[in-house]
């Protein structure tokens, strides 16, 4: 089975970019299950219930967060009722919402999706990412043999560390939250497939999406800046994952970036 996975999207330019692109690719692979970081989509910050039916109604099987998950306050009142949103899982467990879903693919298989939240330079209060996962594959259903883990961290050191210590035990491990594409998809010795960070999908004639001129100001003044998405057109960052769904295990992880940007 195919699965596409893309990076953070970055307000309406990115979700321009991101449904544009699936109409393309889905006329030339024939992807059987779609996930999408969504954690900046409403306005560069949040998500709203709009902007989540938005990505579902083209197809998006499960949304992905991260640290911006509850920019957007509504997301506090809605995601309870909407299982497909995922917030990271390792926030306490009286947190609204869950970060792990099942869903049911295109080629009829259940995939699981977990999201989870780094703790260095970033969330160090959180439940440990490691053992959280843990915690959901011993839980795991027996007729649940693919899952993708999206691993939403700052230091690629941890997230390396995420890939090899599941390594084996899911089909995929990627990296999102730094907005930047790395160059290291692989898949590793006992058939997980792993990139450090996939990308966004935005403008990246910006600072990570936003506008140059308020972000400099930022580094430069040390002064309070509101940031706003960049409004030149978007790439597209994605990576394909080839599966074997009959043992969990991937075949390929191919990167893909659609755009003039990149």
Same mark, same amino acid.
């Given at each position: 089975m195919l699965i596409f996975f893309a990076g953070d999207v970055i307000a309406r330019s990115g979700r321009r970019a991101l449904f544009q692109g699936l109409e393309e690719l889905q006329s030339e692979e024939d992807i059987d299950f779609i996930v999408v970081n969504g954690e900046n989509a409403a306005g560069g910050f949040g998500i709203t219930r709009a902007v989540a039916d938005e990505f579902f109604d083209n197809g998006v099987d499960v949304i992905t967060t991260g640290n911006h998950v509850w920019d957007k306050r509504e997301a506090l009142d809605f995601i309870d009722d909407e299982p497909r949103l995922l917030r990271p899982h390792n926030y306490p467990h009286d947190t609204p919402g869950q970060g792990w879903y099942v869903a049911v693919a295109r080629n009829g298989e259940r995939v699981g999706v977990l999201c989870t939240m780094g703790r260095v330079f970033m969330h160090p209060d959180l439940d440990c990412p490691f053992r959280c996962a843990d915690e959901i594959l011993n839980k795991r259903p027996a007729n649940v043999r693919v899952t993708l883990v999206d691993f939403h961290a700052e230091a690629t050191s941890e997230k390396t560390a995420m890939g090899?210590? %599941? @390594? &084996?035990? *899911? !089909?995929?491990?990627? &990296? +999102?939250?730094?907005? *930047?594409p790395t160059a290291d998809e692989r898949v %590793? +010795?006992? &058939? +997980?497939?792993?990139? !450090? @960070?996939v990308g966004m999908t935005g403008c990246y004639n910006s600072i990570i999406g936003m506008k140059t001129e308020s972000s400099l100001a930022r580094f430069v003044s040390k002064l309070p800046q509101r940031l706003e998405p960049a409004p030149g057109a978007a790439t597209l960052c994605a990576v394909l994952i080839d599966v074997d769904d009959s043992t969990g295990k991937a075949r390929s992880i191919r990167r893909l970036c659609m755009g003039a940007e990149l």
């Open positions: 090899w210590y %599941l @390594d &084996g035990r *899911v !089909s995929a491990v990627v &990296g +999102t939250h730094t907005h *930047v %590793l +010795t006992q &058939g +997980t497939a792993y990139i !450090s @960070d």
